[in-house]
């Protein structure tokens, strides 16, 4: 059974960094795309980055480029969000997410973590 289990999370004031972790089991991710979503209180879940697990191909929501990275560890099975330059807009509950193919639609998406909380405070 595929098991994906976030980390990471915390306060935070605004312009500081966080790094959220996602240890993956239970199968080999070499042809997924993994990725992380976001969602904040009484709005939807929003697509934040995804990378490739084979191609190291990766994409970002408009709101987090050039602030935050997204990347993976084959070894470990682990998949990583450097988040720098924070902003209070970025808390939320981050999941992490693993499907086929890289989109920023959930849809595509059938394994998930539990979420981990981030607070940036202003």
């Known amino acids: 059974q595929v098991q994906l289990a976030e980390s990471g999370g915390g306060l935070v004031q605004a312009g500081g960094s966080l790094r959220l972790s996602c240890a993956a089991s239970g199968r080999t991710f070499s042809s997924y795309a993994m990725a992380w979503f976001r969602q904040a209180p009484g709005k939807e879940r929003e697509f934040v980055a995804v990378i490739n697990w084979g191609s190291f191909r990766t994409s970002y929501a408009d709101s987090v480029k050039g602030r935050f990275t997204i990347s993976r560890d084959s070894a470990r099975n682990t998949l990583y969000l450097q988040m720098n330059s924070l902003k209070p807009e970025d808390t939320a509950v981050y999941y992490c997410?693993?499907?086929?193919?890289?989109?920023?639609?959930?849809?595509?998406?059938?394994?998930w973590g539990r979420g981990t909380q981030v607070t940036v405070s202003s």
């Open positions: 997410a693993a499907g086929p193919s890289a989109a920023v639609r959930d849809e595509n998406y059938n394994y």
